[in-house]
């Protein structure tokens, strides 16, 4: 069993819609979570990060973490064609001070105008 | 604040050679990580310094090494380069630990 563990897609959304990005991990001891974004021939982008269980809102970006299910997703709204990316998610699987990541494969996000 | 830096951007060796990449961090993140990027592999985890210590390593093997100098900058150098070293080689700059970390640019490394 992969680490982290993403739908590698593509998922592909029209324009305006709800995109979804689901997000498994393995460790339960994992202390933070975070999703970058990934344009092609560029390099990680941060887009959110989340530490607690719940929902946290950034603009057009919530990310929702369940620990108990281990369990992270990113929601999209309004998604627009500059959505187009591989979203990564990565878990810190230590919380022992020190900076590991953890990455999925990645999901690739289509939005078609 | 100046973002990552990684120096060079693209590089091309042949097999058997070496090559030492360079990251500066963003200024007053003490943590620098590596990390490659294949296509079959996606991205993993090499290796972490801070404070001119190696704090974690991944599953690579010795001929991939690091350093970190005291100005947090760090290299990272791989050794009898191997066909399946082509890659995107990224680092990432961070604070104390666990938290947020900010990609460079990449180095794309082939290896011919």
């Known amino acids: 069993q992969k680490e982290v563990e993403q739908n590698s897609g593509p998922l592909s959304v029209p324009e305006g819609a709800i995109a979804s990005l689901n997000c498994t991990y393995s460790?339960?001891?994992?202390?933070?979570f975070f999703w970058y974004r990934q344009y092609s021939g560029k390099s990680p982008e941060l887009i959110m990060f989340?530490?607690?269980?719940g929902d946290k809102e950034d603009g057009r970006f919530t990310a929702q973490l369940n620990k108990a299910s281990q369990y992270v997703s990113l929601l999209i709204r309004d998604s627009q064609p500059s959505d187009s990316a591989t979203y990564l998610c990565?878990?810190?699987?230590?919380?022992?001070?020190?900076?590991?990541?953890?990455f999925g494969a990645g999901t690739r996000l289509a939005v078609h105008p | 604040k100046a973002g990552v830096t990684q120096t060079p951007r693209y590089l091309i060796k042949t097999r058997g050679q070496q090559v030492t990449l360079s990251c500066s961090p963003i200024?007053?993140?003490?943590?620098v990580s590596w990390y490659q990027q294949t296509p079959g592999q996606g991205l993993q985890f090499l290796f972490e310094?801070?404070?001119?210590?190696?704090?974690n390593k991944g599953n690579f093997p010795g001929r991939f090494s690091g350093r970190q100098f005291s100005n947090s900058r760090s290299e990272m150098n791989v050794s009898t380069l191997e066909l399946g070293d082509s890659a995107l080689y990224l680092c990432?700059?961070?604070?104390?630990?666990?938290?947020?970390?900010?990609f460079g640019p990449g180095t794309r490394l082939l290896v011919l």
């Open positions: 990432a700059s961070g604070t104390s630990g666990g938290e947020t970390q900010y």
């Open positions: 460790d339960r001891g994992s202390q933070s």
């Open positions: 989340i530490y607690s269980n």
């Open positions: 990565a878990v810190n699987p230590g919380g022992g001070g020190y900076n590991k990541l953890i």
């Open positions: 200024s007053g993140h003490r943590s």
């Open positions: 310094y801070f404070s001119e210590t190696q704090r």
